[in-house]
């Protein structure tokens, strides 16, 4: 099946885990994709697997907090592909573990910028680009958009803020006449280096468990019994990119093993 036939897509944060495997996926379902990321030399090794393997695929350098890389990476997709009709805002970091009474501002305002601000950009700039011929703008999230977690205040801000971000474009996309849906993925625990990361941090801190604990304990917070895949987040977010969802828009798909279930 192809999907995503004639559809160009446009994939931040694509160097590794889920933002890889996204457009991995949408490229073997027909999209024509650019993949984005700060590490230029991860982007480009995903793209020429893509290319390798039939697809097609160009990489870009972005840092997704300066407004005028939108531009640019936008600009690059359209001349190598054509219009861009489909945006995942993937790129992100995670917290350091610091309770907020202890977290410096600096710290604050980095996550807040990387994990919100950049999705700010993306839907302006992906609104903009897509508004006279429609397109699907994905806004990846975290389970932490929809319930707290001790250690994770910024990005618990952050995710929230994406959550509601993504209804308030979805509504003023609807009002103004633009055939764009914008939805969120909120994803539980995913075997990625954004996860491992984060587990390294919060036993670090703690000093008390092992990482390998840290991800013991994660992984019994999921009903199924286990972390979800990449390629898990990957499939949902290839539904909200297809026609399949062509009556869906500002809602939230949650992907996480039952874990805000409980």
Known sequence: MARLKNKVGLITGAGSGIGAEC??????????V???D?????????ASEITSDGGRAISLAQDVVVEAQWESVLAQTREAFGEVSILVNNAGIAPNGEHVEEMDF??????????????FLGCK??????????????????????VGNPGSGSYNAAKGGVRLLTKVVALECAQNGYAIRVNSIHPGYIKTPLVTDGVVSIAAREGEQTPEEVLE??????PIGRM?????????VLFLASD???????????????YTAQ
């Open 244 to 258: 399949e969802a062509s009556f869906v828009t500002g809602t939230e798909l949650v992907v996480d093993g039952g």
């Open 125 to 146: 700039h992906g609104v903009r680009a897509m508004k006279t011929h429609g397109g699907s703008i994905i806004n990846v999230s975290s389970i932490m958009g929809i």
């Open 34 to 36: 650019a993949l984005t």
């Open 23 to 32: 457009a991995r996926l949408m490229a073997r379902e027909g999209a024509a």
């Open 38 to 46: 700060l590490d230029a030399d991860a982007v480009a090794r995903v």
């Open 106 to 119: 600096e710290e604050w305002r980095h996550v807040i910028a990387v994990d919100l601000d950049s999705v």
């Open 228 to 236: 979800g895949q990449a390629s898990e987040i990957a499939n949902a």
């Open 217 to 222: 304990m994660i992984t019994l917070r999921h």
